[in-house]
């Protein structure tokens, strides 16, 4: 086989395994080109918009992940038309999914073949330690199930998982299910900011001791002041 076609093969094989490698790499990275157009990006990128990495291609990275400061972003093109090759970052926010607001930095470092060329963009994303949205989320769209509103009275009254696992005949783990589950929904970083959110979604009763469903189903609320001690 001539020189060259081995040379061809190898170079084949060589991307492949890239590829692979670029895929796996556990921080979101995308390669743009030099206006910021998506040309390739990684699983974990794309699993910040809940998708696969074809459907990024094309996208613009800021439009995904909007800068805090625009002027960032005009020093990265001043620098580039300069052909200049240093690293530069952007703070940016965005809401995921499941609508949660989210912070991070872009970490952007020009790469091209040749000196003179413009180079395109590999940015990497350096996401920040989860923050609580200052707007409050709206009350949930479903109803909360019986255990739900008793557990959160519960909690309102002072009761730890243990208390309110006997005060509602579930397990522990049952307990834990339902307040993660509502955390989840409703944005909660912890209890007591979960508590404070059951109250001003009018899912308990203000003014009410010991605390009250809304519902006020019989048995929704800690039967006295002294059964949620600890």
């Not at 005009?74 to 499941?98: P, Q």
């Not at 709206?138 to 005060?167: D, K, M, W, Y």
């Not at 809304?214 to 039967?223: E, F, I, L, Q, Y």
Request: charged content about 20%.
């Amino acid at each position: 086989m001539p020189g060259g076609r081995w040379w061809s093969v190898d170079a084949v094989v060589w991307r492949n395994r890239a590829m692979v490698l670029f895929d796996r790499i556990p921080m979101p990275v995308a390669v743009c080109d030099p206006y910021g157009s998506v040309r390739l990006a990684n699983a974990t990128l794309a699993a910040e918009w809940g998708t696969t990495p074809g459907r990024l291609k094309g996208r613009d990275m800021l439009d995904l992940f909007p800068p805090l400061d625009a002027t960032q972003v005009e020093r990265i093109a001043e620098a580039l038309k300069l052909r200049r090759r240093s690293r530069y970052t952007v703070s940016v926010t965005w809401r995921d999914t499941h609508g949660a607001r989210r912070h991070g930095e872009l970490i952007v470092d020009p790469v091209s073949d040749a000196p003179d060329a413009l180079p395109d963009l590999l940015v990497m994303l350096r996401i920040a330690a989860p923050t609580v949205d200052p707007v409050a989320p709206s009350p949930p769209s479903e109803a909360l199930h019986p255990n739900e509103e008793r557990i959160l009275a519960l909690l309102a009254a002072g009761a730890t998982t243990a208390r309110a696992a006997r005060e509602t005949g579930l397990t522990t783990d049952g307990v834990t299910y339902h307040l993660r589950r509502l955390s989840h929904r409703w944005g909660a970083a912890n209890r007591t900011e979960l508590v404070a959110r059951a109250y001003a979604s009018g899912i308990l009763l203000p003014g009410v001791w010991p605390p009250q469903v809304a519902s006020s189903r019989p048995g929704t609320g800690a039967p006295d002041g002294n059964s949620a001690t600890m």
